[in-house]
């Protein structure tokens, strides 16, 4: 019997791609979210959760890096893959040993470009701008112990014009993260590891 596949989406903020990711596997046939996690307890994306009836869960820093109080959950929920959802802190080793190659990650722009600690949120699309890029986009790849250096899965690009704010590089980023992650999550769940 083929096993099923149980998501945990973890986040940290607005979660405008989880509620994505929940509406798209909402009545998916082989693939549902099991559980929501998140740093912090005002993050917005916990009210998107519950909006879906998907159980949450919120840690502390040191039950996350000290303990193994977040992978019980996971294991209790029989989560099989993992997704971060605009999630900001390191995953720890206990996390990656548990789920090697079953991680994912979206990251803002083309990545190994304007990658790494402190490049999340606006950050990232002010680094773009300032570097006078003409073109940006999103990474969603697999994730190691270290910000942003898993394998690639998937590259989506968006060209961008000097006179484009940051707002309207966010926009367009967002466009591009919306329109691809549950798709992309949707293969790489498939693909032999
Ligand atoms: C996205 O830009 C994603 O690439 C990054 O964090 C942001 C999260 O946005 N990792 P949201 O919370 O999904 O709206």
């Known amino acids: 019997?083929?096993?099923?596949?149980?998501?945990?989406v973890f986040l940290s903020g607005t979660g405008s791609?989880?509620?994505?990711?929940f509406s798209y596997f909402k009545n998916h046939s082989t693939i549902e979210v099991a559980i929501v996690l998140s740093n912090s307890p005002q993050a917005a994306g916990l009210q998107r959760a519950v909006k879906f009836n998907l159980p949450t869960r919120v840690f502390s820093k040191t039950q996350f890096r000290e303990s193994d109080k977040v992978l019980a959950w996971l294991k209790e929920a029989e989560v099989t893959h993992l997704v971060l959802a605009g999630f900001l802190w390191l995953i720890p080793s206990n996390l990656v040993l548990?789920?090697?190659h079953h991680i994912i990650?979206?990251?803002p722009a083309l990545l190994p470009k304007f990658g790494g600690k402190g490049m999340y949120g606006n950050k990232v699309h002010?680094?773009?701008k300032?570097?006078?890029?003409?073109?940006t986009g999103i990474?969603?790849?697999e994730v190691n112990e270290r910000y942003d250096e898993g394998k690639v899965l998937f590259q989506g690009k968006c060209p961008i014009h000097p006179k484009y704010s940051v707002e309207q590089i966010a926009e367009q980023v967002q466009r591009l993260e919306h329109a691809h992650y549950p798709r992309v999550i949707e293969q790489w769940v498939n693909e032999p590891k």
């Open 98 to 100: 548990a789920y090697p």
């Open 126 to 128: 002010e680094a773009v």
């Open 17 to 21: 791609n989880a509620e994505k990711i």
């Open 130 to 135: 300032a570097a006078g890029e003409r073109e």
């Open 105 to 107: 990650n979206i990251h």
């Open 139 to 141: 990474t969603i790849h």
């Open 1 to 8: 019997m083929i096993k099923p596949v149980r998501l945990a």
